[in-house]
């Protein structure tokens, strides 16, 4: 046997896929092809084996987790420095990916120009729906609605996810909160300045007009990333938190926090809040990662 496209045979049976739920469906696919259906943790290699996908190589990557190389064979390569709970996940992207190298190609505009869109998704929609299929995959709908009944959404819960599903506890907490229905979101803090204040700071060579060499402005706790559902608020990317907050309480004394205050996060309105907040190091520095939702 020969390498099986998952994403042009899922196109044969579907026949058309041109919506998020045809999409999302993609995961079902692969499990049910796989004879995976209730079957946790999901074994990507018998969905490897059922497509005759050759198995994924493993190399140091700078700026990426993982590439579908060659689609006409089902070459992968994975980040070799990447965690194996990482990895995994990386994986289950890239048979995503292999839906998205099926669809059209682009999409034709006036003049003779034409844009990469596959299927007709914009690329960062693309990206977006690759880790949502990925999380589906290794991380059933179901499954998570049948946790969320008996034990709500918190981070026991995700733990349990986490073990069960064999994935990080940071992606069982973002299918929990997109799976809730109830607006929960999760959020990396990292202690950072501002692009815009590194990209506005003098040469260090430079002097101010006092005479001191010109220097950043002091670090603050600052959002590097935040998802969640189509129910949660938008949060942007590099706000900060007041220091009086329960997630930089969080970050001082390494000890999980949790509680309802208010914050504010446009700028103009403060609101309340709940939030379960875990401090952990990544690459030797503290982060704190945030169960929250508005309440």
């Known amino acids: 046997m020969s ?3 998952p994403g042009r045979l899922y196109l044969q049976k579907q026949k058309t896929v041109s919506s998020y739920e045809d999409v999302l469906a ?3 696919f692969l499990r ?14 018998r969905i490897f084996d059922r497509f005759e996908i050759p198995g994924p190589e493993l190399v140091p990557l700078s700026e990426q987790q993982g590439l ?6 089902g070459l992968i390569i994975i980040n070799s420095n990447d965690s194996e709970k990482r990895q995994k996940f990386t994986k289950a992207h890239e048979l995503v990916e292999m839906l998205f190298i099926a669809l059209p190609q ?6 003779g120009w034409r844009i990469d869109r ?4 914009k690329g960062l929609t693309k990206e977006s729906l690759c880790n949502r299929v990925a999380a589906n995959l290794l ?19 995700a733990k349990l996810i986490a073990t069960t599903c064999n994935v990080s506890l940071s992606a069982a907490l973002v299918q929990l909160a997109r799976n809730s229905g109830e607006g929960h979101f999760v959020v990396l803090w990292r202690m950072k300045n501002k692009p815009t204040e590194i990209r506005n700071t003098p040469n260090a060579s430079q002097m101010t007009m006092f005479g001191e060499a010109a220097t950043l402005p002091a670090k603050k706790l600052r959002v590097e990333w935040c998802l969640g559902g189509l129910e949660s608020p938008f949060i942007p990317k590099d706000k900060s938190t ?27 309105n403060s609101a309340w809040y709940s939030s379960a907040n875990m401090p952990f190091a990544l690459n030797e520095e503290r982060h704190v990662i945030s169960l929250m939702k508005k309440s």
Not at 118 to 121: I, L
């Open 3 to 5: 390498f099986i496209s």
């Open 26 to 28: 993609y995961a079902e």
């Open 32 to 45: 049910t092809e796989a004879g995976l259906n209730d079957v946790l943790p999901v074994d990507l290699d």
């Open 68 to 73: 579908l190389l060659d689609h006409e064979v």
């Open 106 to 111: 682009g999409m034709e505009l006036g003049g």
């Open 118 to 121: 596959p299927g007709g998704f």
């Open 139 to 157: 991380m059933p709908p179901s499954y998570i609605q049948e946790q969320i009944k008996e034990h709500g959404v918190n981070f026991e819960c």
């Open 242 to 268: 007041e220091s009086t907050s329960l997630i930089s309480q969080a970050w001082m004394t390494n000890t999980f926090t949790s509680g309802r205050e208010r914050m504010t996060f446009d700028n103009h």
